[in-house]
């Protein structure tokens, strides 16, 4: 019960934290802001907290369902923007990006189901925590760059071009550190598919879908290098290929059935 009470503390946190911001953004009250910051620090605490409680409590990884790997995706778009405030503080906006961001999957995350399970055979193994781990950092990454790229869209006639500049940078860079991880989750799910089910590949909709995201980011990262595509075009394409990391996380698991519905 008290672990169950400790998971919705950090969703509150991550509520106030966003109306801070957002007030504080909106009426250029920096006291507003700073108070939203520390809220947001405390979030996280508190959510690093439970995570490694649920972890404990398991006995294993907890990103082993729907509900925990949700709970570690919000956690990890949390730590990137508070780590880039850390890292410049002038990146105030990281807060106001990634707070909501953090609130929203969290929030997901509350209406799954959070009992604590015994891992399903195919689960045990020692590819787990690597092939979940990166899948989370990958995820929390497209999700901040998508988060850059609306940021850029919605205030590319207001900002500086040395704003739109940095923007454009970081969520390219963001996309670079999430498409490595990406692949060594297809990687290493292939390594692990083979030891579980005899096949390094079986069409699974989870597998498949994973693929389609992963040639999806090799597109954009093609334009941008070969092509040298910048600034709208880009950030609409981050966006765009984020809602396609969101398909293979909720839909494929909602609409499709397989052998990764567990997850």
Known sequence: MMLNVLFYI????????????????AFKRA??????????????GVHTAYTVLRGIRAGRI????QFEFANAFALGVAVIGALFKLRNRSMDWMVTLCTP???????????QPQEITELMPALRSVWFTAHIGTAVLSYAAFAVAACCGLRYLLLEKKE????????????????????L?????ILTGCVWAEQAWSSFWTWDPKEVWALITWILYSI?????????????????FSILAFVFVIFTFVGVNTLMSGLHSYA
Not at 181 to 185: C, I, N, Q, S
């Open 10 to 25: 950090p969703i509150a946190l991550y509520f106030v934290a966003m109306l801070l911001e957002f007030m504080g953004a």
């Open 31 to 44: 006291s507003l802001r700073r108070a939203a910051w520390f809220i947001l620090l405390g979030a996280i």
């Open 62 to 65: 907890p990103m082993a369902n």
């Open 101 to 111: 961001c953090a609130f929203v999957l969290i929030s997901y995350a509350a209406f």
């Open 160 to 179: 500086t071009d040395a704003h739109l500049r940095q923007l454009d940078n970081l969520s390219y860079k963001l996309v670079c550190f999430g498409y």
């Open 181 to 185: 991880m990406l692949t060594v989750v």
């Open 220 to 236: 954009y990262l093609h334009q941008r290098i070969r092509m040298n595509w910048r600034g709208r075009r880009m950030a609409f």
